[in-house]
Each structure stands twice: as structure tokens, then as C-alpha cells.
């Protein structure tokens, strides 16, 4: 079966820091991505990670444990733009899995 | 500027009724999903396909759905007969695989068709 498990909701001020956990039990596995996702708009690529560790990539970075089944997307500098969806996917051979994201809302 | 395309961007219609969504991937990807996105359930893979060959459509209702790829440029989701319960944003994705050791599997999703069935 396939699980992915992300908050719903998360809320933080312009300026500061977030972390979005996403948790994982799959059949398969061969990478973990994060997509951010705008109201009314597709998805968009932000990072993927295959081994454990965080990859960094400017304001944003991810991290993953696949012992754990576990992975984050930390967001730093937090902009108005950045509110949004942010939706945890598991690659299964080609096949993307997504979770049912979480909507972050930042405020001034 | 490379891009997923999909055709209706927006669709009406009464229940009963064909409804068929077309998509034109990125010109030299070879994969192409179909998602459907609800409130409820977030982005649900329907069907996917590799070098236009159908891999997995479990995802789908197969009394009333049905995915075609009749060529490497065309992608299709066909619902008949529509009910009010398949309103939702259909999204189209496309991607390259087989490149190992590489970043590879992200998808680049079009900007959905909205479907609306009364």
C-alpha cells in the first residue's frame, strides 16, 4: 500500500523559518520530491532527494531519511509569494505518489 | 519555452455526457501521467505511460474512463458517461526517464482542465 502523510495546514510570519514534515510507507521507493503548487495553478518542481541528507537549493532545502520513512522541506526568509501548497511526492519506479499537501499561509 | 499543453482549460457539462481531455507533452519526454485533483484527495495518479505504451491504470474507473496516447505529441483521457462526482482539475505530466545516476523523474505538469459536471 501507500502512504504519505503531510499537515493539512501551517501558518508563519514573512521573515521567518518553516519546516513542512512529510512521512512515507510505500512499496517502493526511488526518490522523494517536493512540488509547490499556487491556487489555481500546476504544480511546480522545487527539489528531489534519493539519499539521506538535505539538499539545499537557496531559501529552500530538503531533507530525507529513508530509514525513517521521513523526509522535511525547510523554507528560510519566508516571503508572501511563498504561500502556497506544498505537496510531498515518493517516486515508485516511474510512477509519482503524492501526498495530499500542505497549504502554508504566511503573513505579514 | 518548453511546455505541457492541455485542452480544455476549462469544460461544463451535464452528467451523461462524453467529456475528453487532451494533452500534448514536452516534445522528447517519454513518460506521461494523468492526475486528478480534488479538495479531498489531493492529486490521485489515473494513468501513466511509457514510450506511449499504458503501464498503470488502476487508478482509474475503468466502466467510464479510458487514456490513450495515439501518438508521441497527443495524450488522451476520455470520460462517458461523465457523473457529478468526476468534477475536478485533470492534470496532464510529463517526464524523461532511464537516465540512472542522473536527477531524473521530475514532472512538469500543464496548467490542468477543469471539468465541471452538473
Known amino acids: 500500500g501507500q502512504n504519505i502523510d503531510q499537515p493539512t495546514e501551517m501558518t508563519a510570519t514573512e521573515g521567518a523559518i518553516v519546516q513542512i514534515n512529510c512521512t512515507y510507507q510505500t512499496s517502493g521507493f526511488n526518490g522523494l520530491f517536493w512540488y509547490q503548487q499556487h491556487a489555481g495553478e500546476a504544480p511546480t518542481f522545487l527539489s528531489y532527494?534519493?539519499?539521506?541528507g538535505l539538499e539545499e537549493k537557496g531559501r529552500f532545502s530538503s531533507f530525507l531519511s529513508r530509514s525513517k520513512g521521513y523526509s522535511y522541506l525547510l523554507l528560510k526568509e519566508l516571503q508572501m509569494k511563498d504561500s502556497a501548497s506544498y505537496l510531498c511526492a515518493v517516486r515508485n519506479t516511474d510512477k509519482l505518489i503524492f501526498g495530499t499537501g500542505t497549504r502554508l499561509q504566511v503573513f505579514p | 519555452d518548453a511546455r505541457v499543453t492541455q485542452t480544455p482549460r476549462h469544460k461544463v457539462t451535464e452528467m451523461g455526457q462524453e467529456v475528453t481531455m487532451r494533452c500534448q507533452p514536452i516534445?522528447?519526454?517519454?513518460?506521461v501521467f494523468w492526475y486528478r485533483q480534488t479538495m479531498m484527495q489531493g492529486l490521485e495518479l489515473l494513468a501513466y505511460?511509457?514510450?506511449?505504451?499504458?503501464?498503470?491504470d488502476s487508478g482509474m474507473p475503468k466502466d467510464r474512463f479510458s487514456a490513450e496516447m495515439p501518438d508521441a505529441t497527443l495524450a488522451t483521457l476520455k470520460i462517458q458517461p461523465s457523473e457529478p462526482r468526476d468534477s475536478a482539475v485533470y492534470f496532464c505530466?510529463?517526464?524523461?526517464?532511464?537516465?540512472?545516476?542522473?536527477?531524473?523523474?521530475?514532472?512538469?505538469f500543464g496548467e490542468g482542465s477543469r471539468l465541471t459536471v452538473l
Open positions: 532527494n534519493v539519499l539521506d
Open positions: 516534445l522528447g519526454h517519454n513518460t
Open positions: 505530466a510529463s517526464g524523461r526517464t532511464g537516465e540512472i545516476g542522473r536527477n531524473t523523474g521530475e514532472l512538469f
Open positions: 505511460f511509457r514510450n506511449r505504451a499504458p503501464l498503470d
